[in-house]
């Protein structure tokens, strides 16, 4: 029984600075503890806000 291992370690650096970059910019503007957390869970879902602003442009 052979198994594949594919890898893709590229995306995953990407996403990996992209992450903490996010991190730092929303905790960054943050005015408050629960403003921090909102900051967290907004890095962590970053690719989606960066698809809408590029469809916006896109199609406006």
């Known amino acids: 029984m052979s198994?594949?291992?594919k890898q893709y370690g590229t995306s995953n650096v990407i996403y990996g600075l992209?992450?903490?970059g996010a991190i730092i910019f929303f905790?960054?503007?943050a005015t408050s503890f629960w403003m921090?957390?909102?900051g967290i869970l907004k890095?962590?879902?970053w690719p989606v806000f960066l698809?809408?602003?590029a469809f916006k442009a896109l199609y406006s």
């Open 51 to 53: 698809v809408l602003e």
């Open 3 to 5: 198994k594949e291992v």
């Open 43 to 45: 890095a962590i879902i």
């Open 27 to 29: 905790i960054g503007q």
């Open 36 to 38: 921090g957390v909102l």
């Open 18 to 20: 992209g992450f903490i």
